[in-house]
């Protein structure tokens, strides 16, 4: 299940051309795609390739897996990521639909994201991260709403997530389960010891109900 690679940029070569699959797929099927991304250390060198790439950019729109409840201008703001490392090149003509609204708190903006990730869903590409906890998007373990965020039956595509959890532990806005298990391809990337003995190690994490739960393909890209 483990897809190992040498470094992080054959692991990001592999990434963005799977990404790349996905989207050509979606606009052949559809005339449109979707895709999701993700915060952390991982994503940046995937998202550079594919702010270069070839593609119907125009036609595509890109959301999150999670965000933090902080301004885009905020250093740990997913979207500023995306902005600045995907949505620049070709990739500017994508259309981005955020996850963090300028409302009271995370829970008013994971409601008011809803009604505009409900039409995307299912998404045509998924990428995620994982901490080192198991995590995935912001269904982290110790989160009061973590069953409620797992169930696969659950009627909410976006949650939020009370501050005090994860790094950094703001408040945040997530995917649930059904929003992200119903993807058509999903990717995980993933590096260090620590992560790789959690993949395969014997505590349920959110991670593995994912792994669990999806039919569609999802591929774990890893490097030491
Ligand atoms: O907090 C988060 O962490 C995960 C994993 O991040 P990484 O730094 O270990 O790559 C990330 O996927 C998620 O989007 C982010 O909000």
Redesign the pocket.
Known sequence: MIETFADADALADAAAAWILDGLADGLAARGHATLVG??????GPVYDRLSRAELDWGRVTVT?????FVSPNHPDS?AGLVRRRLLVGAAAAASFQPLRYDVADEDASAEAAEPHIRPLVPFDVLM?????DG????LIPGDPRLAQGLDPAGSRLVQGVPAGL??PPLP?MTLTLPALASARRILI??SGEARRRVLEGGDVRPVHVLAETTTSPLRVLWTP
């Open positions: 993700t915060g952390g250390r991982s994503p999150l897996s999670d965000d933090r997913n995620l991260g994982m901490g080192e995590h995935i998007a912001s994860g790094a945040r990337l993933t």
